[in-house]
C-alpha cells in the first residue's frame, strides 16, 4: 500500500548540526533497564526500532562519571573504553538500518544515591530529592559543590562525550531535566548558590551553556549536539524580561545546541498515564520554544496517530515526533504510516507498564508488545513469526488478552485455530474495565487483536460459546489452550500480609460482581490490597454513579503498587476530587449490621465505619473449572487424539493484562518449538579488555 500523501511531511529528512535525520520520527531516550551488563539486549532492541522506520533512536541514561550512579535503578555507563565497545554494539545495530543514534549523557546530581560507587553525591547547594515513597528515599545528603567540582562535572561531561564518538554516536546529550545536575542548577529550590552559578536567570543557566560548549568542543563537529531540558516549573516562574523563566532560559541558550529535546519535570507528568493524560499532553508548556529558536526541537506526548504528529508540526509545534512510549509498543510505527498501513499501528495504551519495569529495575515490559526486550533474549520480532511447524488445529477457550494474543499469534503463524468465547463480546476482562474512569484507552488492547484476527482466514472466532469438557472432547482439536481468566475472591487480608479467611454476605461483593450488574447500596467501601488500579477507579467510578464511598487499604497509600507506573500522585488527587474518604494502614476484619470493624495495620487499633455494601478488590484465583474438568477425563482426551491441554494468562497465574498477553503470546512462539531452542538465552556484559 502507498503512503497517504497527507503524512509526507513526517517523512521529511531533519537537519540536525552536522547531521541529518532521515525522517521526523525520533525515538527519545528512556530507561529500558538494559545496562551494560545486558549489551546485545540493548542493541536488538534499539536496532528493532531502527528497522522499524525511526530516523533517529536513542540510548537511555548514560552516567559520564562513578558520581552519578542510580543503582539499583538500571542505568548505563559510558565511563571507560569498554562501555565503549559496549555501546558501539547498539550504535552498530541502529546504523545498520539506517538511522542516526543518540546518547543521552546524563548526572544524576542530587536525585540519585551513588550506593554502588558510594562516591557522595553532588549538587549545586547541597538539597537532596527528599521523596515521598520509599522506593526513592535515601539517607545521604549531597555535597555542595565547590568551583573543583563544577570544573570536574564539565571535565567528565568531554571526557564522555568524546567516548560517544567514539562508540558511535551521532547525536550527543546535555541533560538538565527530571531533578537531575544540570536541571538542579536552573530551579532556586535546589540552587541557592552566591557564585557566578546561582542568583539571576543568567547565572543559574551558566552550567548548562559551559556544559554545551565543552561538548561541541568534544566531539569537534563529528556529532549533534542536543539539549535535553524539563520546562514545566520554570515555564510557572514570572521572569522580569520574558513570558516566564522557561522563555528566559530558551532565550539565553537558543543558539547553542544543535537540537532542542523538551519535556516535562518530573515521570508522572512527562510519562503520564492514560488514565489521567490524553496524547500531546506537553503541548501547552512546550509549544514556545520553536518560536525562540531556529534549531530543531523535538518532544514526546505519547503520539500514535499520524493526524496529530502532522498537526503538531504544521502548527509549529515540533519539528521532531518524539516517541518513547509509543516506540515500545509499535517498534515498526514509522514503517507502518510510510506504507499505508496506519491501522497496523499497535497503539500505545498509556498503561506505564514499561516505566514500572524501569522502576523494578528489569528489562522494559510492554503490555501491548510482549516482543519487547525479548528481541535477543528469545529471538522475537514484533513483526515476524516462524510459521506452522505442524498441521495441528489448536483450539483456544476464552477471548481476554491472553486468549486473544494467543489465537492471533497462532493465527499469523498459519495454524488453524478456533476461538472460543463464552459470552457475546470479545475482550474478556477489558469489556468491564475499559468501561471505568480513564481506562477507555486500554481497549486498545482488544481493537488492535480484533482488527488483526479479522484479517486471518485460518482463525474461527466464535461468540456465545461457554464451552464445557464435553465440547472439548467433540470438537478434538490437537491442542487445547485455556485462557478462561481468573476470578476476584472474598478473601480478606490477615496480619501475616496473605489473603485470608472468606467474608461471606449478601453485603459483601468483588469487582466480578460490580462488572456483572450487582445493586449497590451506600455508603460503599472499596477495601483494596490488591494496590494496583482496580482498587481506586472502582471508587472513582461509584463516586460519579452517585454513591458515598469510602477506600480503604493495609497499604500506607491509595493504589499503592501505582507509584511504579507513575498513577499514585493523580489517582490521590482523582479520589479526593470524587469525594471519597481515604483509610490507608487499616485492615477490614468483619462486617455485621451496616458497620465495618477495621483494625489499624500495625497497631490493631479498632476503626467502625458505616458500610451497606463492601467491595473487597484483593485476591485473585484462576478460574480452573474447565481445566479440573479437562484432567478428570485424561484418558478421553487421549482417545481423541487431544495431545495437550495448557492454561495461559490469568486461568494460569492471575496477573495484570501485561503478564496475560506476554502469556498468550509465548505459547504461541514455543508451539512445536525445539524445547531445548526455546528458552531465553542470558545476556553477559562483554569481556573486559582493560
Ligand atoms: P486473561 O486476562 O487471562 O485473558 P480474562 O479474564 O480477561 O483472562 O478473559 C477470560 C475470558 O474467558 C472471558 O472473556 C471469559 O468469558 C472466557 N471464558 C471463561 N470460561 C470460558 C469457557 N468455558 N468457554 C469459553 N470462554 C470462557
Ligand atoms: Fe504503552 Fe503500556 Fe506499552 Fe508502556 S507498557 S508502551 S504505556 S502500552
Given at each position: 500500500?502507498?503512503?497517504?500523501?497527507r503524512y509526507?511531511i513526517?517523512?521529511?529528512?531533519?537537519r540536525?548540526?552536522?547531521?541529518?535525520?532521515?525522517?521526523?520520527f525520533?525515538?527519545?531516550?528512556?530507561?529500558a533497564g538494559?545496562?551494560?551488563?545486558?549489551?546485545?539486549?540493548?542493541?536488538?532492541?534499539?536496532?528493532?526500532?531502527a528497522?522499524?522506520?525511526w530516523?533517529?533512536?536513542?540510548?537511555?541514561?548514560?552516567?559520564?562519571?562513578?558520581g552519578?550512579?542510580?543503582a539499583p535503578?538500571p542505568y548505563?555507563?559510558?565511563?571507560?573504553?569498554d562501555d565503549?565497545?559496549s555501546?558501539a554494539?547498539?550504535?552498530?545495530?541502529v546504523?545498520a538500518?539506517?538511522?542516526?543514534?543518540?546518547?543521552?549523557l546524563?548526572?544524576?546530581?542530587?536525585?540519585?544515591?551513588?550506593?554502588?560507587?558510594?562516591?557522595?553525591?553532588?549538587?549545586?547547594s547541597?538539597?537532596?530529592?527528599?521523596?515521598t515513597?520509599?522506593?526513592?528515599?535515601?539517607?545521604?545528603r549531597?555535597k555542595?559543590?565547590?568551583?573543583?567540582?563544577?570544573r570536574?562535572?564539565?571535565?567528565?561531561?568531554?571526557?564522555?562525550?568524546?567516548?560517544?564518538?567514539?562508540?558511535?554516536?551521532?547525536i550527543?546529550?546535555?541533560?538538565?531535566?527530571m531533578?537531575y545536575?544540570?536541571?538542579e542548577?536552573l530551579?532556586?529550590e535546589w540552587?541557592?548558590?552566591?557564585?557566578?552559578?546561582?542568583?539571576?536567570v543568567?547565572?543559574?543557566v551558566r552550567?548548562?551553556r559551559?556544559?554545551?560548549?565543552?561538548?561541541?568542543e568534544?566531539v569537534?563537529?563529528?556529532?549533534?549536539v542536543?539539549?535535553r531540558?524539563s520546562?514545566e516549573?520554570l515555564?510557572?516562574r514570572p521572569?522580569e524580561?520574558?513570558?516566564?523563566?522557561?522563555?528566559?532560559?530558551v532565550a539565553l541558550l537558543?543558539?547553542?545546541?544543535?537540537?532542542?529535546?523538551?519535556k516535562?519535570?518530573?515521570?508522572?507528568?512527562d510519562?503520564?498515564p492514560?488514565?489521567?493524560?490524553?496524547?500531546g499532553?506537553?503541548?501547552?508548556?512546550?509549544?514556545?520554544?520553536?518560536?525562540?529558536?531556529?534549531?530543531p526541537?523535538?518532544?514526546?506526548g505519547?503520539?500514535?496517530?499520524?493526524?496529530?504528529?502532522?498537526?503538531?508540526?504544521?502548527?509549529?509545534?515540533?519539528?521532531l515526533?518524539?516517541a518513547?512510549?509509543?516506540s515500545?509498543?509499535?517498534?515498526f510505527?514509522?514503517?507502518?504510516i510510510?506504507e499505508?498501513r496506519?491501522?497496523?499501528?499497535?497503539?500505545c495504551?498509556?498503561c506505564?507498564?514499561?516505566?514500572s519495569?524501569?522502576?523494578?529495575g528489569?528489562?522494559?515490559?510492554?503490555t501491548q508488545?510482549p516482543?519487547?526486550?525479548?528481541?535477543?533474549?528469545?529471538?522475537?520480532?514484533?513483526?515476524?513469526?516462524?510459521?506452522?511447524?505442524?498441521?495441528?488445529?489448536?483450539?483456544?477457550v476464552?477471548?481476554?488478552p491472553?486468549?486473544?494474543?494467543c489465537a492471533?499469534?497462532l493465527?499469523?503463524?498459519?495454524?488453524e485455530?478456533?476461538?472460543?468465547?463464552?459470552?457475546?463480546e470479545?475482550?474478556g476482562r477489558?469489556r468491564?474495565e475499559?468501561?471505568?474512569?480513564?481506562?477507555?484507552?486500554?481497549?486498545?488492547?482488544?481493537d488492535w487483536r480484533?482488527?488483526?484476527?479479522?484479517r486471518?482466514?485460518?482463525?474461527?472466532?466464535?461468540?456465545?460459546?461457554r464451552?464445557?469438557?464435553?465440547?472439548?472432547?467433540?470438537l478434538?482439536?490437537t491442542?487445547?489452550?485455556?485462557?478462561?481468566g481468573?476470578?476476584?475472591?472474598?478473601?480478606?487480608?490477615?496480619p501475616?500480609?496473605?489473603?485470608?479467611?472468606e467474608?461471606?454476605g449478601?453485603?459483601?461483593?468483588?469487582p466480578?460482581?460490580?462488572?456483572?450488574?450487582?445493586?449497590?447500596?451506600?455508603?460503599v467501601?472499596?477495601?483494596?490490597?490488591d494496590?494496583?488500579?482496580?482498587g481506586?477507579?472502582?471508587?472513582?467510578?461509584?463516586?460519579?454513579?452517585?454513591?458515598?464511598?469510602s477506600?480503604?487499604?493495609p497499604?500506607?497509600h491509595?493504589?499503592?503498587w501505582s507509584?511504579?507506573?507513575?498513577?499514585?500522585?493523580q489517582?490521590?488527587?482523582?479520589?479526593f476530587?470524587?469525594g471519597?474518604?481515604?483509610h490507608?494502614?487499616?485492615?477490614?476484619?468483619?462486617?455485621a449490621?451496616?458497620?465495618?470493624?477495621?483494625?489499624?495495620?500495625?497497631?490493631?487499633?479498632?476503626?467502625?465505619?458505616p458500610?451497606?455494601?463492601?467491595i473487597?478488590?484483593g485476591?485473585?484465583?484462576a478460574e480452573d473449572?474447565?481445566?479440573?474438568a479437562?484432567?478428570?477425563r485424561a484418558?478421553e482426551l487421549?482417545a481423541?487424539?487431544?495431545?495437550?491441554v495448557?492454561?495461559?494468562?490469568d486461568?494460569l497465574?492471575?496477573?495484570?493484562?501485561?503478564h496475560?498477553?506476554?502469556?498468550?503470546?509465548?505459547?504461541?512462539?514455543?508451539?512445536?518449538?525445539?524445547?531445548?531452542?526455546?528458552g531465553a538465552?542470558?545476556?553477559?556484559?562483554l569481556?573486559?579488555?582493560?
Amino acid at each position: 500500500m502507498a503512503r497517504n500523501p497527507r503524512y509526507d511531511i513526517l517523512f521529511e529528512p531533519v537537519r540536525i548540526g552536522p547531521v541529518t535525520a532521515r525522517n521526523r520520527f525520533y525515538a527519545v531516550p528512556h530507561a529500558a533497564g538494559m545496562t551494560n551488563a545486558m549489551p546485545h539486549m540493548r542493541a536488538a532492541f534499539r536496532g528493532t526500532k531502527a528497522q522499524g522506520g525511526w530516523g533517529v533512536v536513542c540510548s537511555g541514561y548514560v552516567s559520564i562519571d562513578p558520581g552519578s550512579d542510580d543503582a539499583p535503578l538500571p542505568y548505563a555507563t559510558l565511563w571507560d573504553e569498554d562501555d565503549v565497545r559496549s555501546h558501539a554494539l547498539m550504535t552498530e545495530a541502529v546504523h545498520a538500518h539506517g538511522a542516526l543514534a543518540g546518547v543521552e549523557l546524563w548526572h544524576g546530581g542530587g536525585s540519585v544515591m551513588n550506593r554502588s560507587t558510594r562516591l557522595p553525591p553532588l549538587s549545586p547547594s547541597g538539597t537532596a530529592w527528599m521523596a515521598t515513597h520509599v522506593n526513592f528515599m535515601g539517607n545521604q545528603r549531597p555535597k555542595v559543590m565547590d568551583a573543583a567540582d563544577i570544573r570536574a562535572l564539565i571535565a567528565s561531561q568531554a571526557a564522555a562525550a568524546r567516548r560517544a564518538v567514539s562508540a558511535g554516536f551521532d547525536i550527543v546529550y546535555v541533560y538538565a531535566g527530571m531533578g537531575y545536575l544540570p536541571y538542579e542548577f536552573l530551579l532556586p529550590e535546589w540552587n541557592r548558590r552566591s557564585d557566578a552559578y546561582g542568583g539571576s536567570v543568567p547565572n543559574r543557566v551558566r552550567i548548562v551553556r559551559e556544559l554545551l560548549e565543552a561538548t561541541h568542543e568534544a566531539v569537534g563537529g563529528k556529532c549533534a549536539v542536543a539539549l535535553r531540558i524539563s520546562l514545566e516549573e520554570l515555564r510557572a516562574r514570572p521572569s522580569e524580561t520574558e513570558a516566564s523563566e522557561a522563555h528566559e532560559v530558551v532565550a539565553l541558550l537558543k543558539d547553542l545546541p544543535d537540537l532542542w529535546d523538551v519535556k516535562l519535570d518530573s515521570s508522572p507528568t512527562d510519562c503520564a498515564p492514560s488514565r489521567f493524560a490524553a496524547e500531546g499532553s506537553h503541548e501547552g508548556i512546550v509549544d514556545f520554544v520553536k518560536k525562540i529558536t531556529d534549531r530543531p526541537v523535538v518532544g514526546v506526548g505519547r503520539f500514535t496517530s499520524p493526524d496529530t504528529m502532522v498537526s503538531q508540526i504544521r502548527r509549529g509545534v515540533l519539528d521532531l515526533i518524539g516517541a518513547a512510549r509509543p516506540s515500545i509498543a509499535d517498534p515498526f510505527l514509522p514503517r507502518k504510516i510510510d506504507e499505508g498501513r496506519e491501522h497496523d499501528i499497535r497503539e500505545c495504551i498509556g498503561c506505564n507498564i514499561c516505566i514500572s519495569s524501569w522502576h523494578d529495575g528489569v528489562p522494559v515490559r510492554c503490555t501491548q508488545n510482549p516482543t519487547i526486550g525479548e528481541e535477543w533474549r528469545r529471538g522475537w520480532h514484533p513483526e515476524r513469526i516462524a510459521p506452522a511447524a505442524s498441521n495441528a488445529a489448536v483450539l483456544v477457550v476464552g477471548a481476554g488478552p491472553a486468549g486473544l494474543e494467543c489465537a492471533l499469534s497462532l493465527g499469523r503463524r498459519g495454524y488453524e485455530v478456533t476461538l472460543a468465547e463464552a459470552t457475546d463480546e470479545l475482550g474478556g476482562r477489558l469489556r468491564f474495565e475499559t468501561r471505568l474512569p480513564g481506562l477507555a484507552a486500554w481497549g486498545r488492547v482488544l481493537d488492535w487483536r480484533r482488527g488483526q484476527l479479522e484479517r486471518l482466514a485460518n482463525v474461527n472466532v466464535y461468540r456465545g460459546n461457554r464451552l464445557s469438557a464435553a465440547d472439548i472432547l467433540e470438537l478434538a482439536p490437537t491442542h487445547v489452550v485455556l485462557a478462561t481468566g481468573a476470578r476476584w475472591t472474598r478473601l480478606l487480608y490477615s496480619p501475616l500480609e496473605v489473603p485470608a479467611g472468606e467474608l461471606a454476605g449478601p453485603d459483601v461483593f468483588t469487582p466480578d460482581d460490580v462488572a456483572a450488574g450487582a445493586r449497590l447500596e451506600s455508603p460503599v467501601v472499596v477495601y483494596d490490597y490488591d494496590n494496583y488500579y482496580m482498587g481506586s477507579v472502582l471508587a472513582e467510578h461509584l463516586a460519579r454513579e452517585g454513591h458515598s464511598v469510602s477506600y480503604v487499604t493495609p497499604a500506607g497509600h491509595a493504589s499503592a503498587w501505582s507509584i511504579m507506573s507513575n498513577e499514585q500522585p493523580q489517582v490521590h488527587r482523582a479520589l479526593f476530587a470524587c469525594g471519597i474518604a481515604l483509610h490507608t494502614l487499616a485492615r477490614v476484619v468483619g462486617l455485621a449490621r451496616g458497620e465495618l470493624h477495621l483494625e489499624r495495620q500495625f497497631t490493631s487499633v479498632p476503626l467502625v465505619l458505616p458500610c451497606a455494601s463492601l467491595i473487597i478488590v484483593g485476591a485473585r484465583l484462576a478460574e480452573d473449572t474447565l481445566q479440573r474438568a479437562l484432567a478428570a477425563r485424561a484418558d478421553e482426551l487421549s482417545a481423541a487424539a487431544v495431545r495437550s491441554v495448557t492454561a495461559i494468562g490469568d486461568a494460569l497465574a492471575p496477573g495484570a493484562i501485561v503478564h496475560a498477553v506476554y502469556s498468550g503470546h509465548r505459547y504461541a512462539r514455543e508451539l512445536d518449538a525445539d524445547p531445548d531452542s526455546s528458552g531465553a538465552r542470558r545476556d553477559a556484559p562483554l569481556p573486559r579488555l582493560a
